[in-house]
């Protein structure tokens, strides 16, 4: 093994995989280029773990071809199965596991086994420098914060110069300001390293934050795929509209199209409410379902005159609840209540409370229709 | 004011606590009284009478200790080598058979040991089960040296398996995977994961295994007889002894207890090891 020792992996990865237990079918399919980070984003349960451990070889699929840098470590056809142990994936859990017999060093340096002495010592050294864990080397996981034992356990995984890193929730376990600061130097570390990396995750912040690319995973399916603010930012699939969690889901018909604006105008069906939005290759007086995301609406207590958004609406404040890191306000606009996040600093200056009359204010590109499920 | 209903409830809930300490206090002196007085009686006899010291060093006491270390010894071997894996197997397997195969590692510890002894006889003895194909290959167990360990492995296993199988099963099978993905194989990882993790376990076990082989005396004496420097461990010289001369008794059994001691040294500072480790 000692061959593999300052060896960098320039080869992507990829595969597909069908796994089923009982009722339970999941299908994959996947391709991550060195140094890029592709994020596997759905609910609990959807079969994202799974996926990650049929990876790893700790889970065996029902059929599939996994390639690992560039090298088949599975397929269905020609029954190749190498153990995990031989595959050079590396796993980063929720829970981190290092193992608590052993110090923050000797977790570093446990994958290093076949490694020459020397060679363990220059790679122990330059990872504990990386990962700025100077201090704890001596110390034993249960003795050092949170964030550190994710910093140790990452390069753990990282050691032995894997040629894929899987990352099962790899934030679950922290408190959210550390989170946000813990993401960017998790980014950071693995585009150094130049390993491709899978990462599994629940929260869209994560997801946009930190992936090249998402693919939206339900129910042991892929839902959507691609750049992960395509995906998730402006969501054109009801279910993935869902999953992602769209705060404000409109179904409205089409009254007009503007084709010289690029855009195009919509009502709700008794008329009491309209939006302007892009203009789609839809037929007029049809119905559609249009998405605002609740970050992209703007509150105003007065009528917003001379704004270059298109859509203004009127409306009374309904609910006011606290939505981490701020509020959400609730605008019963007519019909339709309309869903917007703002500070508790913006809340307190315009002194908002239920019963407010209060003008919705948002672009036309804000809002993005969204294909209802056949 | 309140009720007087309302006054014996508010009542009885400090006075029930304040009276568990001095009930939990009296219990506490008077077992740990109970546990040394015995003990103290013993050395203070035995320092009290220079006899006592001078019989120590008497053949019959070496051929009877050599004897129980020896046994014991091969007996603790034994018991490690099949043993652990038996109890990793048990540890990590879910399936039916293995859950009976549970209960009956727990027998030998309910078993009477003389009981024990007798079904030993009647399974390998002459008359026994496998009495005839042992006798054919020349084999006969009962009254020899390996009847000793026979006994001891069949009363002390248990200890050691319970412990051992507690103590896999507290390493966390996720711990295995990481350990695998890291480049190390099944066999590795247990060598280099799993056995030091259960470590402290398994030291446990082979601490209350060994000092319950040590002790041991009903299933010897029904399976292997009590021949001098043959069969004759310590706890059946210090009956032996204690049919002629309580002085040598009470040697031999001061020496028994030395042991035994040195065998709960070895526990407490394997917990304070594992204490260590939990904090």
Redesign the interface.
Known sequence: ?SSAQGESSSFRSSGWVRYQIGQFNLEAQWEVEPGQLLTLFGPSGAGKTTLL?AI???LQPLEGHIEIGGRPVYDGVTSIFV?????????L?Q?Y?L???LTVAGNIG??L??WTPEGRRRRLAELVEMFQLGELVNRRP?QISGGQQQRAALA??L??M?ALM?LDEPFNSLDIELRRTLRSELRTRLREAGVPAIMVTHDIEEAISMADTVQVINKGKLEAAGAPLEVLGQPGHGRVARLVGVENLLSLVITSLHPQDGTMVCAVPSGSLQLEVPLSDVASSSRVTVGVRASDIILSDTEPRGSSARNRLPGVVSAIELRPPGYQVTLACGDVDLKCHITGTSLNEMCIATGDNLWAVFKASSCFLVSDEE | MASPLKRLVTDTGPMGSSIRIPVGSIATALYVAFICLPILALLVRALSQEVALASLLNDNVLQALWLSLFTSTISMVVVVVVGTPFALSLARSSSAVMRVVDQIVELPIILPPVVAGVAMLLAFGRQGILGPPLAHLGISLPFTTMAVIFAQIFVAAPFYIRSAKLGFMAV?R??E??????????W??FL??TL??ATPSLLTGLALAWARALSEFGATIMFAGNLMGETQTMPLAIMTAMETSLESAIALSVILLALALLVLGALGLISRYRWR?S?
Do not use: C, N, V, W
Request: net charge positive.
């Open positions: 093994m451990r790893a070889g700790l153990p995990p142990h031989l595959r050079r994936a590396g796993l859990t829970g596991h193992f608590p017999h446990y994958g086994i076949d249960h753990r995984a050691a032995p894997p899987l | 966390p996720e711990y995977a990481i350990s695998q993905t890291l480049g190390l194989s099944p590795r990882t280099k994961l030091p993790m480790e904090t």
